[in-house]
């Protein structure tokens, strides 16, 4: 079994100050895990993916985040928001075990303050 | 690389009749796709799966005889939506995995926007 728990439906920060969305799963299996952004009436992007190699992950457009199996969180991290950032993200883990469905979190909605 | 495209990107239909939506890998072979839903403001829900040249498993709650899955190539899987109703209006989105040993990351299409009027 596996689950994602994204902790924030909405964040909201200022351009120019940090960024973190916070992500937490369980799995029966070491997971992969993913972060997608969805701008509003558009598909999905991936930003980045753990896949058991190193535990810090950078993403595209200045994204990171880190696979912390003690806490069994892969929370996504930018140093600087910038106005574009503004979208829905999606936090999504694979159990893998040769268990190919993923399962997605609830999403959290980044609203960048000018 | 791993491009996943989806036709028609937006479709208005009438209650009562028929949409098929399509879904493609351009330049990977899909061994297995899958078809979400999204409802405005909600994450993704899973539909079903599709693996080629076999029948799809669908999800609980998912009617099979409405969602009409077919996925007849390594490139190519299709969703109809029969006997649209405006309660179908969605956003759906398919996604492909090459499904390489090891890696299940999936590709996603850009969606398809259906309206029933």
């Known amino acids: 079994a596996q689950s994602v728990t994204q902790l924030d439906s909405h964040v909201s920060v200022s351009e120019g100050t940090p960024v973190l969305l916070r992500c937490n799963y369980s799995s029966s299996y070491s997971p992969s895990l993913f972060w997608y952004v969805q701008h509003p009436n558009k598909g999905l992007q991936l930003l980045l993916k753990y896949t058991s190699a190193a535990t810090l992950v950078k993403g595209i457009n200045g994204f990171e985040a880190e696979f912390k199996k003690s806490e069994t969180s892969f929370h996504l991290t930018k140093p600087s928001a910038h106005m574009s950032d503004a979208a829905e993200y999606f936090c999504v883990v694979n159990g893998s075990g040769g268990y190919q469905k993923v399962t997605f979190g609830t999403g959290t909605k980044l609203q960048v303050i000018p | 690389g791993a491009v996943v495209s989806q036709h028609p990107s937006r479709v208005i239909c009438k209650s009562g009749t028929s949409v098929k939506i399509e ?9 297995t796709m899958f078809w979400y839903r999204q409802f405005p403001k909600q994450s993704l829900m899973l539909m079903a799966t599709s693996n080629e040249g076999s029948k799809a498993t669908y999800e609980q709650g ?4 409405k969602f009409l899955i077919n996925h007849a190539s390594l490139t190519l899987s299709t969703l109809t939506v029969t006997s649209a109703h405006p309660e179908d209006s969605s956003f759906y989105i398919c996604s492909a995995t090459p499904g390489i040993a090891g ?8 969606g398809t926007r259906l309206t029933v009027t």
């Open chain 2, 23 to 31: 879904c493609r890998s351009l330049d990977f072979q899909a061994t």
């Open chain 2, 62 to 65: 998912v009617e099979k005889d």
């Open chain 2, 103 to 110: 890696s299940y990351e999936q590709y996603f299409g850009p």
